[in-house]
């Protein structure tokens, strides 16, 4: 059992014995982040016993990391007073980020309370959309002049360290700009701290470095980071003018999530789905891919009851489908997952499409040949029929490539129909192999045997 599984009975059983001591022990020891987790993996009754064990600080750590259905759920059962002390503790962007949540009284008697300077940055990241540069980027950006020396680079550090009582968070450059706002450059702290405090800034900034446009998706962002190997980056807007910063910390959320929400969607979930969620609605949401799984299942067992007759007269046919099916589904699943791994990286354009067809098409080639034979030589050993051998092993071949084939053209056909391919990619394509499978082999059986 894991240390996180560990502490998940640990605090449900200091529920259970109304144990205060060991439950607030148990919570102090973990991190808002962990107790986050802690507090999905509860009943709706234990969450809010676990919620109340919690400080102001924790608090707003909780509320910034829990998904968007459970964070509700705190906020609808937590009194306005208690839920703005929380608030009022987090980054501007931060509030943004889950200020759609927030009933309409909450949010103006936040905004009320804001001196200008921490309202004009919330305003400035609320413009944004949630998922795109704007939207994650801190609007304080802790810019400097180029005209200035380190001494009063380090004389302004201080001010702004006495001004916040802390530094910036993951702070390990400052933003360059003009007169104007214009980026500039940046200037690492590393050169800070270690150069003569008499050079100006202009002399020392670094030039070749990543912005960020204020309207790239995060997805884009999240690239960068992984591309560049970056720590922070300016955001810019169009004419080049610095918005904000951006940092690892708020990508590492934005490639969570990202796993999170393919995750669920891969198995037909809302992306914000509670463990515990109410039982009716939790299964009407899981109904309606099972009926759209059912629907295509249907359709399958319409094409082998076009050969009944076939069957009927030869058993073996009905032990060997399942093969035929299950092969060109694995076949079309492997293709279909770099396909859409490659649209979701924008890897796949017109250039390299005839590439990528002739590349998977080479290696199914190839393996169905392979397994062709094996499978045909097995089937003609377990029932004595070299025709059937022939069959099965040609069906075989022909499921394997309409497999790859509709592994590349189904996600491409779903992408442009703006449907998400991690979604419905696989109940298409199960039904297409199983389809072809099963027409192509009893087909066959039916002209040769």
Request: proline share 3%.
């Amino acid at each position: 059992m894991s240390q996180v599984n560990l502490r998940i009975d640990q605090i449900h059983e200091a529920i259970e014995r109304q144990d205060d001591v060991t439950l607030n022990n148990l919570i102090s020891e973990v991190s808002a982040s962990e107790t986050a987790r802690l507090i999905e993996a509860s009943t709706p009754e234990n969450r809010m016993v676990i919620w109340g064990c919690l400080d102001v600080q924790k608090r707003a750590g909780v509320l910034k990391s829990v998904h968007g259905k459970v964070r509700q759920y705190l906020i609808d059962n937590t009194p306005q007073n208690a839920l703005l002390d929380s608030l009022f503790l987090l980054q501007p962007d931060e509030l943004a980020d889950i200020d759609d949540d927030l009933p309409a009284t909450v949010i103006n008697a936040m905004i009320a309370a804001m001196d200008e300077l921490r309202k004009a940055r919330y305003n400035r990241v609320k413009h944004y959309p949630n998922n795109t540069a704007g939207g994650l980027m801190d609007a304080d950006a802790t810019a400097v002049r180029a005209d200035v020396s380190i001494l009063s680079v380090l004389r302004y550090l201080r001010i702004l360290r006495k001004k916040e009582d802390e530094m910036p968070r993951q702070l390990d450059s400052l933003m360059v700009v003009d007169r104007t706002n214009k980026l500039l450059g940046v200037l690492p702290l590393s050169e800070i701290v270690s150069l003569p405090t008499d050079i100006l800034v202009a002399d020392i900034l670094e030039q070749n470095f990543q912005a960020i446009p204020v309207d790239a998706s995060q997805e884009h962002v999240a690239r960068i980071f992984q591309d560049c190997d970056l720590l922070s980056a300016p955001v810019v807007d169009h004419n080049y003018r610095l918005l904000g910063r951006i940092t690892i910390d708020d990508v590492v959320d934005v490639i969570q999530q990202q796993a999170d929400n393919k995750m669920m969607r891969s198995a037909g979930l809302d992306t914000n789905t509670d463990m515990f969620s109410p039982i009716i609605s939790s299964a009407y949401k899981r109904g309606y891919w099972l009926g759209i799984n059912l629907i295509t299942a249907f359709l399958a067992a319409w094409v082998i009851g076009l050969f009944e007759a076939v069957i009927e007269q030869l058993i073996a046919l009905a032990v060997l489908m399942p093969v035929v099916a299950s092969m060109g589904g694995v076949a079309g699943s492997q293709t279909l997952t770099i396909v859409t791994r490659g649209i979701a990286l924008n890897q796949i354009g017109r250039k390299n499409l005839a590439q990528l067809i002739f590349h998977e098409a080479s290696v199914v080639f190839l393996n169905g040949l392979v397994w062709a034979v094996a499978v045909a030589v097995i089937a003609f050993y377990w029932f004595g029929d070299p025709i059937l051998g022939m069959v099965f092993g040609v069906a075989l071949l022909i499921v394997l490539i309409t497999g790859v084939i509709g592994g590349i053209f189904i996600p491409l056909v779903l992408q442009r129909m703006s449907i998400d391919p991690a979604v419905a990619g696989s109940v298409v394509l199960t039904t297409f192999t199983d389809a072809i499978g099963f027409f192509s082999f009893l087909g066959l059986a039916a002209i040769f045997i």
